[in-house]
Every structure is written in structure tokens, then in C-alpha cells.
């Protein structure tokens, strides 16, 4: 099936001070609605989760658009699943945590500035028990657990691993063993053939080496300062423009400059790439492809469309390191050989061995004695 990709990233909703003010701009119901209209056509919808939570009346929000949709929803949930992003992680028919992933469930709290006296605290309560009751009811219809066996894990503020969030029925699944990193050499240096392309010299050799440790280098570089699961969302201004860098899996930073209040890229979004506009296919550390032209994002790809021979991938960088060696090797030996040529040319004749007469004669001469 056509599955488009919908991210969810960071705060749920925006937070407001007593006096109205915006403290805090997060992913709002809007935000994923545009995500899915612009992938209208799509069958189903990948939904990806890093969320420490937020507002608790957003996440209702968020949970049932997506429900009311009509389509398959998957919900994956990747390094922070918590407080009220629970809730719309329970949207999904298929329920995935991947590894490493923290799902945190707890009752919901509320934020006042100041001094408190007993009227404030009890209007606090008066506000906060209807809530409470909506997210204990929700988890006991989506977990079949009973309010005794759900209570305790909420007043203590629970995080789950993947595996206890499964088997008590919060996820559908989890992925055992933790994503790797894959590193491949790029077809760059292959003719039309698939061989790998002679060099002319041993400079060109080094050369082509020199760039393959210099981007090993940068992307160590980059993985350093970008978010470890792909996403570093840095504010420009208060909340209306945000820039977002989106890693991908061979750490190249894709940087969307016109992405507002915090929304995760969609299809025509603006993005570039060291400063230059981002241009043909780059996969996702989520195996999505984002494909751009002329700097806009063009069309999203769901990993399941994707059909990667990972073994004939090995083959294959096998196959390109021990050409690389073999003409190494052969460069070296080539050196070595004209160096032996050029050092010969220049070497005076041995004293001791008389040179051939023309014509296949000897010259008698005497040897001289020191």
C-alpha cells in the first residue's frame, strides 16, 4: 500500500502564561492536518512520534482527526513517547515503539505561577479530576486494564520500555534490535559498466581516498550536533518561524528555512543543503526517501516501497573495496618499479665491468689499483 509519512515532533500544542502570553510554541492539530492533505492520496499514513508531551485538550485533538480519517494508521514511536503523546500514539491500528524508546504515562498536572492558598488549590483540583478521569477511562478502553492495575502507574509517573509498553497492550509491537548505521560507497567512481573506474595516477587514487575519510569526517561532524533520531528543530523567532534540519541516513543536514511554528517538512516545502538548494533523493534514518527539485520537496516515499537488496549491497561494497586495494596494490608496485627505472638511469657503470665493444668485440684495458 501508499503510505505517506506524518511527523510529530516536540511539544503537543502551545503553552500560554497567566497573562496570555506565548511561552511556548508546539505541533498543533493544523500542523498534522496539512501533513495529510498534502498527502491526500495516499492509502494509510505512517505517523512518527518524538514527544515529551504537552497540552492534554491538543492531543485529544490530534487523536481524533486522526481516527476520523478513515484510513490505516500506523503510529510509530521513536526515542520519547510521553504524558499526552500517549495518547496520540493510541490513534494507531498498528502500534510500533522502536528501540530505546521511553513511554511515559502519568496524571495530568497543571502549572500556576505565584503563591497558592487553599481556594487556588482546590480550584486546581476542581480542574484537574475531569481529566484525569478522561486519560484513566481512555487507557482502560485502549489497554483493557482496570482502573486498580492503571492508577499506580499513574500517580508514580511511569516510563515503560518498548517491551513492558507491549505486553501491556499500550503498543501493538516493538522492534527488538536497535537501528544501524549503514555505510556504503556511493556510485561516484563507477563508469556505466558498474566497474569501477581506472585511475590515472596515484595522485588520483589518493585523492579519491582523501574525499571518502574527509566525508566520514563530516558526518561524524554532523551526527554530533544533530538530534540522534534525525531531527534538530532550532527557533529563529518567537514561535512563527522555525528553522528545522532534518538529518539524513548518510548524515547530510537538509535545512528547511520557511517551516512555521514547528511542523515537521511536507511536500513543498522549501529546503536546502550546504546552503545550496536541496536537489534528487535523500533517505531517511526511518528508510522514507525525501525527494527535492529545485529545492522544494517534491514527493515523500514510505519506506515499504522501497525494495533494498541489503545483501547485494554488501556484495557490492565488497566487491568495490577489493578493486580499490587491488589497484592500490598496483599503483604501489608501479611506483616502486619506476622509481627502480629512473634510479638505474642515473647510476655510474661499475668500474669493475668492462663495457661491450661494438660489434661483439673486447676492449683489453688495465684495471687500475688504488
Given at each position: 500500500m501508499n503510505y505517506a509519512n506524518i511527523y510529530i515532533n516536540g511539544l503537543i500544542g502551545t503553552i500560554y502564561d497567566n497573562n496570555g502570553g506565548v511561552q511556548e510554541y508546539g505541533t498543533e492539530l493544523i500542523d498534522v492536518v496539512k501533513q495529510v492533505q498534502a498527502n491526500s492520496l495516499a492509502e494509510g499514513y505512517n505517523v512518527y512520534i518524538n514527544s515529551e508531551g504537552g497540552v492534554v485538550e491538543t492531543g485529544f485533538e490530534i487523536y481524533d482527526y486522526l481516527r476520523s480519517i478513515g484510513k490505516p494508521i500506523n503510529t510509530i514511536g521513536f526515542n520519547q513517547v510521553a504524558s499526552i503523546a500517549t495518547i496520540i500514539f493510541m490513534a494507531g491500528d498498528k502500534r510500533t515503539l522502536k528501540p530505546n524508546t521511553d513511554f511515559m504515562i502519568h496524571l495530568p498536572m497543571i502549572g500556576i505561577d505565584?503563591?497558592?492558598?487553599?481556594?487556588?488549590?482546590?480550584?486546581?483540583?476542581?480542574?484537574?479530576?475531569?481529566?484525569?478521569?478522561?486519560?484513566?477511562?481512555?487507557?482502560?478502553?485502549?489497554?483493557?486494564?482496570?482502573?486498580?492495575?492503571l492508577i499506580p502507574f499513574l500517580r508514580k509517573e511511569t516510563t515503560l520500555d518498548p517491551k513492558t509498553a507491549t505486553d501491556l497492550k499500550f503498543a501493538t509491537d516493538y522492534d527488538a534490535e536497535p537501528m544501524k548505521a549503514v555505510a556504503y560507497l556511493k556510485k561516484d567512481n563507477l563508469n556505466t559498466n558498474n566497474q569501477m573506474t581506472e585511475f590515472k595516477t596515484p595522485e588520483e587514487a589518493k585523492s579519491f581516498i582523501d574525499k571518502i575519510f574527509a566525508k566520514a569526517e563530516a558526518i561524524l561532524g554532523k551526527a554530533k550536533t544533530a538530534d540522534k533520531k534525525g531531527f534538530n528543530v532550532v527557533a529563529l523567532a518567537k514561535g512563527t518561524?522555525?528553522?528545522?534540519?532534518?538529518?539524513?541516513?548518510?548524515?547530510?543536514?537538509?535545512?528547511?528555512?520557511d517551516v512555521a511554528d514547528g511542523t515537521m517538512p511536507i511536500v513543498g516545502d522549501k529546503a536546502t543543503v550546504d546552503g545550496t538548494?536541496?536537489?534528487?533523493?535523500?533517505l531517511m534514518p526511518d528508510g522514507?526517501?525525501?525527494?527535492f527539485a529545485g529545492g522544494e520537496l517534491t514527493q515523500i516515499v514510505p519506506p515499504n516501497e522501497q525494495e533494498v537488496d541489503v545483501t547485494a549491497l554488501q556484495a557490492e561494497n565488497e566487491a568495490l573495496k577489493a578493486q580499490l586495494e587491488t589497484q592500490t596494490t598496483n599503483y604501489e608496485t608501479a611506483i616502486v618499479d619506476l622509481k627502480k627505472q629512473i634510479v638505474s638511469k642515473f647510476e655510474k657503470p661499475d668500474p669493475a665491468t668492462p663495457p661491450a665493444e661494438p660489434n661483439g668485440g673486447t676492449t683489453k684495458r688495465k684495471l687500475l689499483k688504488d
Open positions: 505565584g503563591f497558592l492558598n487553599s481556594l487556588d488549590l482546590e480550584q486546581a483540583k476542581l480542574e484537574l479530576e475531569p481529566i484525569e478521569k478522561r486519560l484513566v477511562d481512555f487507557y482502560k478502553k485502549a489497554t483493557g486494564l482496570n482502573e486498580e492495575a518561524i522555525v528553522n528545522v534540519d532534518v538529518t539524513d541516513a548518510n548524515g547530510a543536514i537538509i535545512t528547511f528555512p538548494p536541496a536537489e534528487g533523493e535523500y522514507s526517501t525525501f525527494i
